[in-house]
């Protein structure tokens, strides 16, 4: 059985750092790609970062760009989202999801409407303080 489990958030101060993680059991991560996505209350699901095996590639959202870096350590089946210089507005219930993406397609874009992610995590609540 698949599962995606992320660690615990936590409580942050504007300008602080957060590291979070997705452990994947039930899959061999090398051949999908993985992503986090967020979500505030009363705001629509927003795509935060994916870090992509089949395109070697990593992605993120506007919000996020500069402050906040994915990484995945395949032989561990873990991916991580490194958070850096927090602000108020990333706080959220934050997600990771994975897609079956096997094979190497240089250039594909993680995020796409046309591959959808299928497995999602519980979530974990990330607050921040200004």
Known sequence: QVRLVE???GLAQAGDS???SCVA???TLDYFDIAWFRQA???EREEVACFSNSGRDTSYGNSVKGRFSISADNG???AYLQMNN???EDAAVYF???KYSPGYYPGRPCFSPDRQF???GQGTQVTVSS
């Open 7 to 9: 660690s615990v958030g």
């Open 18 to 20: 957060l590291r979070l």
């Open 25 to 27: 059991s039930g899959l």
């Open 41 to 43: 209350p009363g705001k």
């Open 76 to 78: 561990k089946n873990t």
């Open 86 to 88: 927090l602000k108020p």
């Open 96 to 98: 990771c999801a994975k």
């Open 118 to 120: 299928d497995s999602w």
